[in-house]
Structure formats: structure tokens, C-alpha cells
């Protein structure tokens, strides 16, 4: 059988491997950037714009079933309604590397830089006209995201789709990390304002990833001016809880966009309610 060319192959380039998980995060952001693409193209819009901030090197391979996967920046550059711009910043320097060759043979016209995110962020978003709309994937290696950098994003209308490492990190580090660390990841993600270590203190082990997204999903509404938040938990494939992608939209029209995205999951089933938290620590 002849394979499908609409699937990732090796390239000889760089290829990270990745949790078998990773495939469901892409399954919600590729349908996201379908339906916003679709949705958005004839309105009256300076252009649509894509950022991803820690964009890897385009395909992964999944650790227990070796098989490829399209990255963010591929499944965006790949678009069949097309994207005005990309705009793709990637830290290490293979990764990027692999990043440029293989979406600039696709879109040639992207933006690709190689540096820390916090570093890029200004300058990306000084070059998106005030009249576009842009969609933010923000997927970094752990708290690596501060909040400061969300609120430079927010200088232009943009949906956020944000990767929430509460189980993979703020969870497993909060005690022995960050807890007398006042410039810690947690503070810089949640905010240097926000009380996290009494309110974790102060709740059952099993109720701390709740309190945590919504400690987050607090600040973004309040010092991100994005009133319509909404969460998907991912779990591994065993169903233990791994982190939260957050959805966050200025207008009412994002929010009801990605929940009919969201509510089809990776496995065909279609839900009406959040999937709560039930992990332990």
C-alpha cells in the first residue's frame, strides 16, 4: 500500500519523541484551527494570523506506537484555509532548524525564529496589523509560560489555546520547587498577585488541579481581558491525568467555536459536559 502523502514521514531530519498523549492535544488544536480558518476567512478581518511560541520541530513520533504525528506549526501551515501568516518561535536550535525546512515547504512566506519565547513575543506581535485576528497555541515544555507573556499576545484580538502542565508539573514540584521560591514558574505562570501556596495548602490533595486551573482561569479572565475560558483535560492512555488545554477568547463567538470543536474527542465519541479532575497525587 502506498502511503498517504497527507501523512508525516521521515524526513531525516529531527523528529522529538513524545508522549503517546500528544496526539490527543493535537487532535483538539488541528480541529480549532479548521474551524476558525473556515469561520473566519470572508469576515472583515486584517488577515488571520497563527503564533505558536514553542513550536517544536513540526512532526513528532509517539513513544509506545512509534508512530508520526504532525506538530502545531504543521497542522496550521497545512490549513486548507489558509492562514494570512505564521509566526513560530522555537528555542532549540535542531528543532528549529527541522521547523524551517519542513514548513517553509509548505508556507514559505512564515515567520520562523530561533530563541526563548518570552524574547519573540514583542516583536511578532508588533508585526500583526490591529485589524487581525490572530490564534495562539502556547504548548511549552512545563511552567515555562509566564503570564507577562500572555498579556504582551493580548495587545491584539487573539484566541489562546494554552497547554496547563498542573499534573506534569505545578503538582509534582509545588512542595519541593516552588513553594519558597518566590520567583518561582508557578509564580511567573499564575501571576506574582496570586496566593497559590495557602490555597494549596489549605485543600485535599485530590481538589489541588482544580484549584489550580481556576486560580488561572481567574487571572486570564482578569488580566487578560478574556471573559470566555473553557478547559479540556488530557489523560494518558490509561486515563490518568496528565494537564489542561485552556481556551481563552475575548468574545463569545470563540468559546462557542471551540466547544463544538472540543466536544468531538480523539476517541469519536462526542460529550456535552467537562470531564473533571479525579487524579490523586
Not at 518570552?118 to 512545563?142: K, Q, R, T
Not at 482544580?210 to 488530557?234: A, G, H, M, T, W
Amino acid at each position: 500500500m502506498m502511503p498517504d502523502p497527507s501523512d508525516p514521514h521521515d524526513d531525516g531530519l529531527c523528529i522529538p519523541e513524545v508522549g503517546e498523549h500528544s496526539k490527543y492535544k493535537h487532535h483538539f488544536i488541528a480541529r480549532y484551527i479548521h474551524a476558525f480558518t473556515t469561520s473566519m476567512k470572508n469576515q472583515k478581518w486584517a488577515g488571520l494570523y497563527y503564533i505558536d511560541l514553542f513550536a517544536g520541530a513540526g512532526i513528532e513520533r509517539l513513544r509506545t506506537s512509534r508512530k508520526l504525528d504532525w506538530g502545531s506549526p504543521m497542522l496550521a501551515a497545512r490549513s486548507k484555509d489558509p492562514f494570512t501568516r505564521l509566526y513560530l518561535c522555537e528555542r532549540d536550535a535542531e528543532k528549529c532548524d527541522a521547523l524551517r525546512q519542513r514548513v517553509t515547504q509548505v508556507r514559505p512566506d512564515s515567520h520562523i525564529v530561533q530563541g526563548d519565547a518570552e524574547n519573540h513575543a514583542e516583536s511578532i506581535v508588533a508585526d500583526v496589523p490591529m485589524g487581525g485576528l490572530s490564534l495562539a497555541f502556547l504548548d511549552p515544555y512545563g511552567l515555562h509560560l509566564k503570564l507577562s507573556t500572555l498579556r504582551v499576545l493580548c495587545r491584539r484580538r487573539t484566541d489562546l489555546v494554552i497547554f496547563f502542565p498542573d499534573r506534569m508539573d505545578a503538582l509534582r514540584n509545588w512542595a519541593a520547587y516552588y513553594f519558597d521560591n518566590p520567583d518561582s514558574n508557578l509564580d511567573n505562570c499564575l501571576g506574582a498577585d496570586v496566593d497559590w501556596r495557602s490555597r494549596l495548602g489549605g485543600c485535599l490533595p485530590e481538589k489541588r488541579g482544580e484549584v489550580l486551573r481556576d486560580l488561572y482561569k481567574s487571572q486570564i479572565q482578569s488580566q487578560l481581558n478574556c471573559p470566555y475560558v473553557d478547559f479540556e483535560r488530557i489523560k494518558t492512555i490509561k486515563g490518568a491525568p496528565l494537564y489542561y488545554l485552556i481556551f481563552c477568547s475575548r468574545h463569545q463567538f470563540g468559546l462557542k467555536l471551540w466547544q463544538g470543536t472540543s466536544r468531538k474527542k480523539p476517541n469519536g465519541q462526542s460529550t456535552f459536559s467537562f470531564d473533571d479532575d479525579t487524579g490523586q497525587e
